[in-house]
T-cell receptor, first 114, second 117 residues
């Protein structure tokens, strides 16, 4: 049973560029959430996708956008990169079937903006 | 506003001993869920244990137990018989009030646990 997978593992971009991060949820999960974890901090919620729509959003600017595909996989796009966007980006998946939607996390994508 | 506070930036414990990691939370909702995650240096967040606000008993999962004191708004993680592989960052989290069972998680800043041989 494959867990949550993310790609790429590491990424280096220049200020002003755009980046796309990818996530495949755990088998049987239909909901994908994205988190940003700056160095030395806890993860912060970016947004959540279900049925190909953004359902919840945290306090992040419009430069952060996403998409969910019919197979439940998801992408996180960040435009006009800033140095402060350097962080570990975590994807988490869950299922709306259970009463307690435990979120399973992927290994993350470490983004460095220079 | 909902908030998670972890006041211990770092902790040391001798192998095979028990350790308690502190977590306090703030919420005005009567119904909420509390989680503990482990994050090794590889980066992946590993779910450890869950406690619902209406659960009568403290949650336990193997060597992990949650010392839930509702009146004090604390949800401390107890790891018994520490192992070298327990060395990692530990995060306490609360489910956001919006979104019901699918609500996003609000994390504390974490505690770095180091297990000494």
């Amino acid at each position: 049973d494959a867990g949550v997978t993310q790609s790429p593992t590491h990424l280096i971009k220049t200020r002003g560029q755009q980046v796309t991060l990818r996530c495949s949820p755990k088998s049987g999960h239909d909901t994908v959430s994205w988190y940003q974890q700056a160095l030395g901090q806890g993860p912060q919620f970016i947004f959540q996708y279900y049925e190909e729509e953004e359902r919840q959003r945290g306090n992040f600017p419009d430069r952060f956008s996403g998409h969910q595909f019919p197979n439940y996989s998801s992408e996180l796009n960040v435009n006009a990169l800033l140095l402060g966007d350097s962080a570990l980006y975590l994807c988490a998946s869950s299922s709306r079937q259970g009463l307690v939607a435990e979120q399973y996390f992927g290994p993350g994508t470490r983004l460095t903006v220079t | 506003a909902q908030k998670i506070t972890q006041t211990q930036p770092g902790m040391f414990v001798q192998e095979k001993e028990a350790v308690t990691l502190d977590c306090t939370y703030d919420t005005s909702d009567p119904s909420y869920g509390l989680f503990w995650y482990k994050q090794p240096s590889s980066g992946e967040m590993i779910f450890l244990i869950y406690q619902g606000s209406y659960d009568q008993q403290n949650a336990t999962e193997g060597r992990y137990s949650l010392n839930f004191q509702k009146a004090r708004k604390s949800a401390n993680l107890v790891i018994s018989a520490s192992q070298l592989g327990d060395s990692a960052m530990y995060f306490c989290a609360m489910r956001d009030r919006y979104g019901g069972s699918q609500g996003n998680l609000i994390f504390g800043k974490g505690t770095k646990l180091s297990v000494k041989p």
